[in-house]
């Protein structure tokens, strides 16, 4: 399993009973903020076993909505469970600012095996790849 994917599982085991999270502040507070359809993935890829300890149906998008996506049967399921846990719904959607969750007290940085560069490399005078950006001597 992914170092990412198993991130995922472990931040939304911290989500309290009563309160939500959105797919965007999960790959934020992962330190991927541009991640939220990776954590949607990865909660559609839940493994059965894992299902009764990591609460998937607490993770929600963000406009307080349940996300479908081709499964009919789990939003009902989804919103049966939130219900269940004393969440509101008001025209199909949860008001985030009174049930979601803060989050935890510290950003946790997932590195990933491949860095994606955000700045073209180029060869420098020594042959080593250089990130175009000057190093200075002490």
Do not use: C
């Not at 949607?40 to 894992?50: D, I, Q």
């Amino acid at each position: 399993m992914p170092k990412f994917v198993r991130a995922v599982y472990a931040l939304v085991r911290d989500v309290p009973r009563g309160q939500v999270v959105t797919y965007g502040q999960v790959a934020a507070i992962l330190g991927h903020p541009r991640a939220a359809r990776a954590v949607g993935n990865a909660l559609r890829h839940l493994p059965r076993p894992l299902a009764r300890i990591v609460p998937w149906q607490r993770v929600i998008n963000a406009s307080g909505g349940i996300s479908i996506r081709g499964d009919l049967q789990r939003p009902d399921l989804q919103r049966q469970l939130l219900e269940s846990e004393g969440i509101v719904f008001r025209r199909g959607r949860v008001d985030l600012r009174a049930y979601r969750w803060a989050g935890p007290k510290r950003e946790r940085t997932v590195r990933l095996s491949v860095a994606v560069p955000f700045e073209r490399q180029r060869p420098s005078r020594s042959g080593k790849r250089t990130t175009g950006k000057r190093s200075r001597k002490s």
